[in-house]
Nanobody, 123 residues
Framework: QVQLAESGGGLVQPGGSLKLSCAAP??????VAWFRQAPGKEREFVAA????????YYADAVKGRFTISRDRAASTIYLQLATLKPEDTAVYYC??????????????????WGQGTQVTVSS
């Protein structure tokens, strides 16, 4: 059983930065991903990091602006958000699972989910 808890969301101006955290005790051996859901839209993949911590994946919309990382000792996964845009406004969720490479961007590949943290980008 993996319990996930996100934190670090908030209100930030366009162009600003935030660092989200996902506390994930018991997540050793699991790949962890971040998804987001904007109002009226479907949940979408943002970034993922493999269980080994050596391989990362990003959605095209965030590539070059967001960075996913993993602190094994702290069982925490981070998502650094930079150069934020209003369209990044969403609830951000972390999720854990054991996807194969071809499904790493797929919601159904993840078994455990957190409750989400709100990120609002607005002036």
């Amino acid at each position: 059983q993996v319990q996930l808890a996100e934190s670090g969301g908030g209100l930030v101006q366009p162009g600003g930065s935030l660092k989200l955290s996902c506390a994930a005790p018991g997540s050793t051996g699991y790949s962890v991903a971040w998804f987001r859901q904007a109002p009226g839209k479907e949940r979408e993949f943002v970034a993922a990091i493999k269980a080994s911590g050596g391989t990362t994946y990003y959605a095209d919309a965030v590539k070059g602006r967001f960075t996913i990382s993993r602190d094994r000792a702290a069982s925490t996964i981070y998502l650094q958000l930079a150069t934020l845009k209003p369209e990044d406004t969403a609830v951000y969720y972390c999720a854990a699972g054991r996807p194969i490479t071809s499904t790493i961007r797929t919601m159904g590949a993840y078994y455990y989910w957190g409750q989400g943290t709100q990120v609002t980008v607005s002036s």
